[in-house]
């Protein structure tokens, strides 16, 4: 590592910036889950003060963790090895500062404009048409400098990285100005079936083509580096590429089996929602084999860990959402807690999971100096780790519970009590996650800001 890090910090100001980016806004992230957390125990505990309800604090919880950690962390990743991999340097620091700086200043809108009640009232689109607005200028900004990086490249080879970080870039900000419906400005959004299809078709593309591109180019980075071996098959990188881009992009109607929209929608949401085992199994057979007989040195390196653990919840989330495609078993999980807990391993195990191992595999590289702690790296790794897989055990319990009662035509309200325990181990594991990010957090700080000749001991 020792060479990496005479790289300096010097020209890695965006890299640094998305690492501190990432790492604050996961803390505020975390928290605003947990009080969410809290208030499905406890409703009147803060004295239903408006900013801080259950339907203000959940979509800012939401598109904190989604626009202010996964993102930003993954950027970090991704404008460290976009240079690297075309033998260049990023087009412009200046302007990668400058999107730092406005991703920012939009993070804090959301949280003001969300918490004082100003909202789209949409899943994933909640934020209002101003910040709408910003968002596609900042993925625009995002996307330019990445593709004049490529075009004064001197590498002749596109490696796969590059393909995913960029086409993610692109085709979210097209997605977004889709799903937000920036052309009605008074609202937000169509009327009736259309909106509905049109909000699930960017519902999970901003996973579809935002996160898990991003993952994936992280993912194909780092492995084979720590691994010090090439990629398995360069073939199978670009058919889990190409597949993802044709497979991905329809299943979002799945989200609207129980809705009159048309039969042949749903057809081809549910058929495709299956085939998504094919870009799946693809890319992780692809990383498996590249690391195969080399988990002695995955687990030695700080964000290969982190990564590698990301590759295993992308196999449990996936073949799960599969799975949650078909009506028979929409029937039962669908409208409960087994979805939220899909979600967290989705976000949180397998593109959080990836984006902190890609921030802590850039940021001692970038910065030229070690972590301050590694103790506080592991604390963190073990604290998420066990929260996201806890979560998704719970959760899972608690909406098989409701989905079976509901099917059996029990009302809500009957239900409550035997899932409060359920929301109080919710409320435990949350509290474990932020615990993680703050320790996370801090060591970023003090990372960027100690001098390794004058501390030794924290790595003890």
């Known amino acids: 590592?020792?060479?990496?890090?005479?790289?300096?910090?010097?020209?890695?100001?965006?890299?640094?910036?998305?690492?501190?980016?990432?790492?604050?806004?996961?803390?505020?992230?975390?928290?605003?889950?947990?009080?969410?957390?809290?208030?499905?125990?406890?409703?009147?505990?803060?004295?239903?003060?408006?900013?801080?309800?259950?339907?203000?604090?959940?979509?800012?919880?939401?598109?904190?963790?989604?626009?202010?950690?996964?993102?930003?962390?993954?950027?970090?990743?991704?404008?460290?090895?976009?240079?690297?991999?075309?033998?260049?340097?990023?087009?412009?620091?200046?302007?990668?500062?400058?999107?730092?700086?406005?991703?920012?200043?939009?993070?804090?809108?959301?949280?003001?404009?969300?918490?004082?009640?100003?909202?789209?009232?949409?899943?994933?689109?909640?934020?209002?048409?101003?910040?709408?607005?910003?968002?596609?200028?900042?993925?625009?900004l995002v996307f330019y400098n990445l593709i004049m990086t490529v075009k004064q490249r001197q590498e002749p080879l596109l490696y796969v990285s590059v393909w995913y970080v960029c086409a993610g870039i692109f085709l979210t900000a097209l997605t977004y100005c889709l799903g937000n419906v920036i052309w009605r400005p008074d609202s937000g959004a169509l009327t009736g079936l259309p909106d509905a299809i049109l909000l699930w078709f960017y519902g999970h593309n901003?996973?579809?083509?935002?996160?898990?591109?991003?993952?994936?180019?992280?993912?194909?980075?780092?492995?084979?580096?720590?691994?010090?071996?090439?990629l398995y098959s360069h073939t199978l990188s670009l058919l889990g590429f190409w597949s993802l881009l044709v497979v991905y992009t329809h299943i979002g109607t799945h989200h609207l089996l129980q809705v009159p929209v048309p039969t042949w929608l749903k057809v081809i949401a549910t058929v495709d929602s299956v085939g998504m085992v094919i870009p799946v199994m693809v890319v992780l057979i692809n990383i498996w084999y590249t690391a195969k007989g080399k988990l002695g040195e995955i687990h030695g390196d700080t964000g290969a860990k982190f990564i590698f653990t990301g590759t295993i919840m992308y196999f449990f989330v996936s073949i799960q959402g599969s799975m949650m495609s078909l009506p028979q078993v929409q029937r039962v999980t669908h409208f409960n807690n087994w979805v939220v807990g899909h979600a967290h391993i989705g976000v949180l195990g397998f593109a959080g999971m990836v984006a902190l191992g890609g921030l802590y595999y850039v940021l001692p590289r970038a910065a030229g100096k070690p972590f301050y702690s590694s103790f506080l790296v592991d604390f963190h790794y073990w604290m998420t780790l066990i929260g996201v897989t806890g979560f998704g055990v719970v959760l899972?319990?608690?909406?098989?519970?409701?989905?079976?009662?509901?099917?059996?035509?029990?009302?809500?309200?009957?239900?409550?009590?035997?899932?409060?325990?359920?929301?109080?181990?919710?409320?435990?594991?949350?509290?474990?996650?932020?615990?993680?990010?703050?320790?996370?957090?801090?060591?970023?700080?003090?990372?960027?800001?100690?001098?390794?000749?004058?501390?030794?001991?924290?790595?003890?």
């Open 206 to 230: 901003i996973f579809g083509l935002l996160l898990t591109p991003l993952s994936i180019g992280a993912v194909y980075y780092v492995i084979p580096r720590v691994c010090r071996s090439p």
């Open 1 to 140: 590592m020792t060479t990496a890090m005479q790289e300096g910090a010097g020209k890695n100001q965006t890299v640094l910036g998305f690492c501190l980016t990432a790492g604050l806004w996961m803390t505020v992230g975390a928290l605003a889950g947990l009080v969410a957390a809290i208030e499905l125990i406890a409703p009147d505990l803060l004295g239903n003060i408006a900013w801080l309800v259950f339907g203000r604090i959940r979509p800012i919880h939401v598109n904190l963790v989604l626009f202010g950690f996964v993102t930003p962390g993954l950027l970090a990743t991704a404008f460290y090895y976009v240079p690297r991999l075309l033998g260049t340097r990023l087009y412009s620091e200046k302007l990668g500062l400058l999107t730092v700086i406005l991703w920012n200043i939009f993070l804090i809108a959301a949280v003001v404009t969300l918490a004082a009640g100003f909202t789209q009232g949409r899943e994933y689109a909640e934020l209002i048409w101003p910040l709408d607005i910003l968002v596609a200028v900042l993925f625009a």
């Open 396 to 460: 899972t319990i608690a909406g098989l519970i409701q989905g079976n009662a509901w099917l059996n035509g029990e009302t809500v309200y009957r239900v409550l009590p035997q899932v409060h325990i359920y929301y109080i181990l919710r409320a435990s594991l949350g509290l474990m996650i932020f615990s993680g990010a703050l320790a996370g957090f801090y060591n970023i700080i003090k990372t960027l800001l100690y001098n390794p000749g004058e501390q030794n001991a924290h790595d003890a």
